[in-house]
């Protein structure tokens, strides 16, 4: 095991543009920039394993798969649009969203997680 310390180096990661139809984006605030990495999994899986960064912005979007997610390092505030409940993530935060939960993301400082996703049918 390799323990990660905020600010370690992730590796390469290609930038993920706010696009997917699905996920019905919109950006609330700023500009942020969103990257990541698929690890294991991916498209035609129903599992998927990588690591994402996303600079300082507000967006909301409908979650795309099941999905655990721990934050490396940033801040970020999740709001959950059925119930209100608000989920303020910082390194070493873990949280679990549902697939076609419809949230918005404040990502106070710029943020890396590494995420563990699950979707019947794959992605």
């Not at 370690?8 to 920039?33: E, H, M, T």
């Not at 996303?54 to 940033?74: A, H, P, R, Y």
């Not at 106070?108 to 590494?114: L, Q």
Request: hydrophobic fraction near 30%.
């Amino acid at each position: 095991m390799t323990p990660y310390k905020p600010g370690d180096d992730v590796g390469v990661l290609q930038d993920w543009p706010f696009d997917n139809p699905a996920s019905a984006y919109v950006i609330k605030q700023g500009a942020p920039r969103a990257s990541g990495r698929i690890d294991a999994g991916g498209p035609g899986h129903d599992t998927r394993f990588g690591i994402w960064k996303c600079t300082k912005g507000v967006f909301e979007c409908t979650e795309q798969g099941d999905e655990l997610m721990t934050i490396l390092s940033g801040c970020c505030r999740i709001t959950n649009h059925a119930d209100g409940r608000v989920s303020t993530l910082h390194p070493g935060d873990s949280v679990f969203m549902r697939d076609g939960s419809r949230v918005t993301w404040d990502i106070v400082e710029d943020v890396v997680k590494v995420f563990f996703g699950q979707k019947n049918g794959g992605y």
